[in-house]
């Protein structure tokens, strides 16, 4: 969802629950979510981003700006690092005991790579059913340009700092890349058969595009 407050415009997502009381988050990364009661109208959500508004733009700018020149990253327990669109302490994701620098953005790297090849097997799964398409192979592979790619002979690669990103961004990736698999290009087909598994795929389109050239070791 989308609103206007005070010139500039404010996106979120809405994520219903069992649950008696509306709260609003922002992640690391300036994404906004207002978990709210299942019952929940339209308006109240609205009303309740509005109350905020000033808290959120001052929050999500904050974090705009702290992301704008990637810092260094510290291989140290105390280091934070990407993990399913979480800031993680390095320990929380590595053994750091006894081991020096390179050596810690080594395991790190090779931590990410497992991670990514563990959570696009389970998710893949899922959306091989709905589109009911299989791949010829899935690989993990590090890019600097693509989060995924799928080949005219059916081969599929994802890019392992995908593990960086929320699970819903994840989901977006695999579903455009066995999209493919029926629609090679970027028609008004493939954008159709995209949108009919994930409907808010422009939303995740645009998490990486606003937040891609933070998810790097």
């Not at 415009?9 to 988050?25: D, G, M, P, T, W």
């Amino acid at each position: 969802m989308k609103i206007h407050f005070e010139n500039e415009s404010i996106e979120f997502n809405v994520q219903y629950a069992n649950r008696k009381k509306l709260s609003i988050h922002i992640d690391s990364l300036g994404l906004i979510t207002v978990k709210a009661p299942n019952d929940t109208s339209k308006e109240l959500i609205i009303a309740a981003v509005e109350h905020h508004g000033k808290w959120i733009l001052e929050k999500t700018s904050a974090i705009a700006k702290a992301l704008e020149s990637p810092k260094r990253r510290e291989y140290q327990d105390k280091g934070k690092f990407l993990h399913l669109g979480k800031e993680c302490f390095l320990h929380e994701l590595i053994e750091t005991d006894e081991l020096n620098e390179e050596e810690l953005q080594r395991n790190l790297k090779k931590f990410y790579f497992s991670s990514c090849k563990k959570i696009v097997g389970e998710r893949i799964q899922i959306f091989q059913l709905q589109l009911r398409v299989k791949p010829k192979s899935i690989e993990i592979v590090e890019s600097k340009t693509k989060w995924g790619s799928c080949s005219s002979d059916k081969k599929i690669t994802f890019n392992y700092r995908l593990a960086m990103a929320p699970i819903e961004v994840i989901d977006y990736v695999i579903v455009h890349e066995l999209c493919h698999l029926l629609h090679m290009n970027h028609d008004r087909s493939f954008w159709r058969r995209v949108g009919s598994i994930m409907p808010d795929y422009k939303e995740k389109q645009d998490f990486l595009a606003r937040y891609g050239h933070s998810m790097t070791l």
